[in-house]
Nanobody, 124 residues
Framework: QVQLVESGGGLVQAGDSLRLSCAHS????????MGWFRQAPGKEREYVAG???????IYTGSVKGRFTISRDNANNTVYLQMNGLKPEDTAVYYCAATISPAAQFSDYTKYDYWGQGTQVTVSS
């Protein structure tokens, strides 16, 4: 059974940076592609970024150039570096694991495991 645990959220001001971490339990981390999603109150879950087993990354348009997803297979961890944060980035951020190909990264139904989420709040 895979468990994902996010950390690193918090309250920041517009323009600040945060780095989210997602620790993956077990010895199968390198076999999964990983994604980050977010959900703001009253809104649907939104795809943010994904990374393949080999490190290829795919971002949604609103975060390109500001967010960077990366993975450390030796430490079973995926990161989301968020720079230039904006109030509209405020949401609960979730990491998720999938065996689906990159073309399906934005489809949250293709993910097998989810973390509990971490709150990111950006004040103006």
């Amino acid at each position: 059974q895979v468990q994902l645990v996010e950390s690193g959220g918090g309250l920041v001001q517009a323009g600040d940076s945060l780095r989210l971490s997602c620790a993956h339990s077990g010895r199968t981390f390198s076999t999964y592609a990983m994604g980050w999603f977010r959900q703001a109150p009253g809104k649907e879950r939104e795809y943010v970024a994904g990374i393949t087993r080999n490190g290829m990354t795919i971002y949604t348009g609103s975060v390109k150039g500001r967010f960077t997803i990366s993975r450390d297979n030796a430490n079973n961890t995926v990161y989301l570096q968020m720079n230039g944060l904006k109030p509209e980035d405020t949401a609960v951020y979730y990491c998720a694991a999938t065996i689906s190909p990159a073309a399906q990264f934005s489809d949250y139904t293709k993910y097998d495991y989810w973390g509990q989420g971490t709150q990111v709040t950006v004040s103006s």
